[in-house]
């Protein structure tokens, strides 16, 4: 029977060694199924080790014990970070693009799907556009598009909107929940904030304090499609008080 799990977590641990040989336990006994097509949100206090296991995932750290494995085998994955680290000389399309480009992979399909990302995003008018003529909001729509640009079935996003204004982030949460319906993606979204991970998520990660284990996974039943009146529904703040008080 064929998986439903995007990524498989089992006994990770991550461990830095500095040049002294002391060593620094950023996560212990991570053990995590990622769905397919779910929308997941990790929290926790700073420094416990949020970011650390999403570069696991994501193959830029390697984990000191454990296992990972991927629905995907060629194990496709978009990152879209705080910063939207867009190359300033090229404009809005150009930079999307840049990874069909940089893997050559600019077939007739893929090209008709970015247009159908940016269109998503409402980014078609802005094609043309250098990054200095953009929003923030704007940059990270670009961001995530160039993300899925290449079809990769799995998006790792952290902190994303973390240095945005409350209204526009708000805004971007109702914006990523629409592409993430539209494309059926599985994505895992890092954030510090209780409530945008309530609003974002079909189940919500808590994760310790250094060093970094899973305290609870907890489902979030909140009817589809989420609004701005999501927020004012009476589940939506018991939900957030109950994980304010497992984070502690």
């Not at 949020?50 to 991927?70: A, D, F, Q």
Request: net charge neutral; charged share 25%; proline share 4%.
């Amino acid at each position: 029977m064929e998986s439903t799990n995007t990524v498989s977590i089992k006994h990770l641990d991550k461990i830095y060694s500095n040049l002294l040989k002391e060593d620094t336990v950023a996560l212990k006994d991570i053990n995590l199924e990622i769905k397919n097509g779910e929308f997941l949100s990790i929290i926790g206090p700073s420094g416990c080790g949020k970011s650390t296991l999403l570069k696991v995932i994501g193959g830029l750290e390697k984990p000191t014990r454990g296992e990972i494995e991927y629905l995907d085998k060629e194990n496709r994955l978009g990152f879209v970070f705080q910063d939207s680290v867009l190359l300033p000389w090229k404009n809005v399309r150009e930079n999307a693009e840049f990874p069909l480009v940089i893997q050559k992979k600019q077939t007739k399909e893929n090209e008709e799907r970015l247009d159908a990302l940016l269109e998503l995003a409402g980014l078609t008018e802005f094609k043309t556009a250098l990054p200095r003529e953009l929003s923030g909001g704007m940059k990270q729509r670009v961001s995530i598009v160039r993300a899925l640009s290449y079809d990769a079935p799995l998006l790792l996003m952290d902190e994303p909107f973390g240095a945005l204004d409350a209204i526009t982030r708000d805004h971007m949460n109702e914006e990523l929940l629409n592409i993430w319906t539209q494309t059926k993606k599985t994505i895992v979204f890092v954030t510090h904030s209780i409530g945008e991970a309530v609003f974002l998520a079909d189940r919500v990660v808590v994760m310790s304090t250094r060093p970094g284990t899973i305290k609870e996974i907890v489902p979030i039943d909140l009817a589809r499609p989420r609004n701005s009146q999501t927020r004012n529904n009476p589940k939506f703040s018991e939900y957030t008080g109950y994980l304010r008080g497992i984070i502690g």
